[in-house]
């Protein structure tokens, strides 16, 4: 994986502001496109941000109406573009009873599959080059955060070692640099960890959901490249719509490493951890 950004859709809580849309976080990686959380008017802000519509899956921290209510009309709009490949939706329970109630909402069959994960602490949804990761956290109903985590990278390869140790250039090269080990003509073995540096951790992003302060959060977030963290614990949450300096202040009063207050439209791209 080579491109992690994300969009945020939408950044204020139970009800929308004037500059502030319900919760949503667009996060493209690579070829994918993540949808955390859904609320309600998302996909215009998807329109007016520029994320595209190609969504793979959307995971919902959990069913308090203003993190997923914009999933129905959202995928309305993806069938009426002509949408034939699965859409997946993951959250805590009772995704299944919920969601399949918003999929079907008026219809009797949707123009694309879309299929529901009910998903628990500690459960793992594996994709292409990452896994996501979700971490029981505390609200008032079942609440998930979720960790995407890249895979680590193999470490860089030493040309001038290989040279040294006879491999010939071409595919052994490229066996190497995949992990796997090579036979060379007079049948010495060059292990992989012969040729190459240390493996490269990958990126981790957390994203919290609603949720009270929380131990099994704050250990999922050691060593994470981004938080992004809910503030509706603040005392300022309802006036921070054009002022975020209040909230800015208290979370840095909290932590010491760098703070932003993400606004609607506000895009950060991770980069590789090299
Ligand atoms: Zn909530």
Redesign the pocket.
């Known amino acids: 994986m080579s491109l992690l950004r994300l969009t945020f859709l939408g950044t204020s809580?139970a009800q929308p502001t004037l500059h502030r849309g319900l919760s949503g976080l667009a996060v493209k990686a690579d070829a994918d496109l993540l949808l955390f959380d859904c609320g309600e008017g998302s996909q215009r802000q998807m329109v007016r941000f520029g994320t595209g519509f190609t969504v793979d899956a959307a995971f919902f921290t959990?069913f308090?109406a203003?993190?997923y209510l914009g999933i129905i009309g959202f995928l309305r709009t993806l069938g009426m573009m002509g949408r034939t490949s699965p859409m997946h939706l993951y959250g805590p329970a009772p995704a299944r009873r919920l969601l399949h109630q918003a999929v079907h909402l008026g219809l009797e069959s949707t123009a694309f599959p879309v299929e529901i994960h009910e998903l628990k602490d500690g459960d793992v949804v594996r994709r292409g080059g990452y896994a996501v990761h979700a971490v029981g956290v505390d609200?008032?109903?079942h609440?998930l955060g979720y960790v995407l985590a890249e895979d680590d990278r193999p470490g860089k390869f030493h040309l001038e070692k290989a040279r040294a140790l006879g491999v010939p250039e071409g595919p052994a090269f490229g066996k190497l640099q995949k992990g796997e080990p090579v036979t060379l003509e007079d049948g010495r073995v060059v292990k992989p960890e012969d040729v190459l540096g240390e493996a490269r951790s990958g990126r981790r992003l957390v994203i919290s959901?609603?949720t009270r302060p929380c131990p099994a959060l704050v250990h999922a977030s050691k060593d994470a490249d981004l938080l992004v963290h809910e503030s509706t614990f603040s005392d300022v949450s309802s006036r921070h719509d054009t002022d975020p300096g209040k909230l800015l202040t208290q979370a840095r009063e909290a932590y010491k490493g760098p703070v932003e207050v993400a606004f609607d439209g506000l895009t950060v791209e991770l980069p590789l951890r090299d």
Request: charged share 25%; glycine share 10%; hydrophobic share 25%.
């Open positions: 809580a959990h308090h203003d993190h609200h008032r109903i609440a959901g609603d």
